[in-house]
């Protein structure tokens, strides 16, 4: 009777009410007689209790409701871990934003910025991601709005942000939100990489911007991808390896995926640009060029290494298209019987991004005409030289992109400007053109009939004669550096 009694009884043996049971069956058991209006009365006791848990709206579940942590110290416990978690992440997130927008972040746990650049909003609420991130369905006390948000740092650029796919952000309460097939602990972090294939865009507006945003999570996060572009997370996963304890998601699974909170979006500063009194503030281009060098392994030798090579290293950036020397061999010839050991970059080399960034963390100098190779500076060691050459029509971009960036990364900057008869534009136009006298008026005609000219038609052929001058100078400041 007694293991019936219990089965019956204990369909959960480790419920309280089971442990009683037993504790009062092992009793008796062990006097060996039990009247029979003990049991009666035991058997009553046992069906009111039963009989009042399994009402919802009995004056006992009221009674127990008012009882502080009546659902143990464990469920306690596991509550407290939930509010910990969201003020967390609320913590986080709140370094990425200022003022009014700070305080709604605090005060309703979502918060959207906009700047000239930028277009991020921010969620502490729980977020469940569909749509293989394209939709994000943001938790909240009852308000419904929604919102698009396209997650690349041009927004300036209507021509660059072309490709971009918005996702579109719904708030609601929990009766409206897709159920989760998938649970995250940590919060997600959203951005688009449909512009690729352009080193200086793809350093100047995500992976800096991913530094920034992602960098005070200490690799807490999962990245989610639009416009998704395997061989480009493929390209740079030592990065986002080293931002990110996980791998990148895909969710063109159809799935939903719950997190405890979302960054759609990132943080923009400049080009090639670290601010450390913009928001986020603290960050410089210092730290950033250590947090490459340590993703890609990049030993930077010291003095005393540097003193031991007997010729300065010169990297050639050898473009195989447009801006490319014409008199490469000529350009080489003069550097070497200046005292350089030169080594040329083609297509290969840029192409591989590790071995690339050991290459030039090495090196003394990095020379090139204006494009995207330059964007290599960034793995230059401290005091190093950037030698630009500057073709017609391009001295804005040049000095913005990469004159200004190395500035600040502590390297020495030089520049060679070509003369019109040193550009293969002279040979087509003529000299007296707009073309070569008046490049403001071709830029007026708006970028891509500009982009066309000096961007994408023009080649450059160096007067050796007078590049010669400012080799020299690049090989003093080089001395120098190894002196």
């Given amino acids: 009777m007694n293991c019936s009694f219990q089965g019956l009884i204990c369909k959960n043996p480790q419920t309280r009410l089971c442990v009683l ?18 049991m009666a009365c035991l058997l009553i006791v046992v069906s009111l209790c039963i009989a009042l848990l399994a ?30 978690e969201r003020d967390a992440v609320k913590d986080l997130l709140r370094r990425l934003v200022i003022g009014e927008e700070r305080n709604q972040l605090e005060v309703g746990g979502f918060t959207c910025h906009f700047d000239l650049h930028t277009e991020m909003c921010l ?28 997650p690349y740092a041009r927004r300036d650029d209507e021509r660059m942000m072309k490709p971009v796919t918005p996702v579109q952000i719904l708030q609601g309460d929990a009766t409206n939100l ?25 350093f100047s507006e995500i992976i800096i911007p991913l530094f920034l945003t992602c960098r005070h999570f200490r690799s807490q996060l999962k990245f989610v991808t639009t416009d998704r572009n395997s061989s480009w997370n493929q390209k740079y996963s030592r990065i986002l390896n080293r931002l990110s304890d996980f791998e990148v998601l895909n969710l063109d699974d159809g799935n939903v995926h719950c997190f405890p909170g979302a960054v759609v979006g990132l943080r923009y500063h400049d080009n090639l640009a670290l601010n450390t009194s913009d928001v986020p503030a603290g960050y410089s281009m210092r730290e950033f060029r250590q947090f490459l060098r340590e993703s890609y392994n990049v030993k930077i030798k010291n003095v005393n290494e540097i003193k031991k090579l007997q010729k300065p290293v010169m990297i050639l950036i050898s473009r195989n298209h447009t801006r490319k020397f014409l008199n490469e061999d000529g350009v080489v010839e003069l550097a070497q019987e200046l005292g350089f050991q030169v080594v040329r970059a ?6 591989n991004l590790e071995l690339l960034a050991k290459m030039v963390g090495s090196c003394n100098i990095l020379a090139g005409v204006h494009g995207a190779g330059l964007t290599n500076e960034i793995f ?3 005091g190093a030289v950037v030698f630009q050459v500057v073709p017609l029509g391009l001295h804005w971009a040049s000095t913005n992109y990469f004159d ?28 007296d053109d707009p073309v070569i006298v008046d490049p403001a008026s071709i830029f007026a005609k708006g970028y891509l009939a500009a982009q066309a000219v000096y961007v994408d038609g023009q080649n450059v052929k160096i007067n050796l004669d007078r590049f010669k001058d400012t080799l020299e100078e690049a090989m003093r400041l080089v001395r120098h550096f190894m002196a």
């Fill in 178 to 202: 897709p159920p989760c097939n998938f649970r995250h602990s940590i919060p997600a972090v959203i951005f688009s990489t449909a512009v690729t294939g352009n080193t200086f865009h793809e």
């Fill in 346 to 351: 083609g297509l290969d080399t840029m192409s």
């Fill in 380 to 382: 230059l060691p401290d």
């Fill in 55 to 84: 009402l919802k709206d009995s004056p006992f579940l009221s009674w127990r409701s008012e009882i502080p942590n009546w659902r143990g110290n464990d469920d306690a416990r596991e509550v407290d871990e939930v509010t910990e």
């Fill in 123 to 150: 969620s502490a609420n729980p977020v469940r991601i569909s749509n293989g991130g394209l939709t994000v369905h943001v938790l909240t006390n009852g308000s419904q709005f929604e919102r698009s948000v396209r």
């Fill in 404 to 431: 200004i960036p190395a500035t600040a990364m502590n390297l020495h900057y030089l520049e060679y400007k070509i003369e019109p008869k040193e550009s293969s534009l002279s040979e087509v136009y003529g000299p």
């Fill in 21 to 38: 049971v037993r504790q009062i069956m092992g009793k008796e058991s062990k006097r060996l007689v039990l009247g029979a209006a003990s």
